[in-house]
């Protein structure tokens, strides 16, 4: 059975700096190490690393702005796949 798990990337912040955008998004989407930057600056950020069967394979990154319209605004943010992923494709 595949084990999925979703980790604190702030608590993991050298495994998460590890995975990088491709070349051809450079410029056009944040990168891993902006968004833990900007995380740290902003605590309505929540940056995940994304683990599946203890291989980490990717990063997220959502926040909720809790005053915003009658429930909050929840954003779910900057999503980044490794290679081992999108092989399987």
Not at 53 to 58: C, W
Request: charged letters at 30%; one cysteine or more; hydrophobic letters at 45%.
């Amino acid at each position: 059975m595949t084990k999925i798990e979703f980790i604190n990337a702030k608590e993991f912040r050298e495994e998460a700096l590890k995975l990088h955008i491709s070349e051809s998004q450079k410029g056009t989407i944040e990168t891993v190490e902006e968004c833990l930057n900007e995380a740290d600056e902003l605590e309505l950020w929540k940056p995940i690393l994304i683990s599946i069967d203890d291989v980490y394979v990717g990063f997220a990154m959502f926040g909720l702005w809790i005053y915003e319209g009658d429930h909050g605004r929840l954003w779910l943010d900057r999503f980044l796949s490794t290679s081992i992923i999108k092989a399987k494709d």
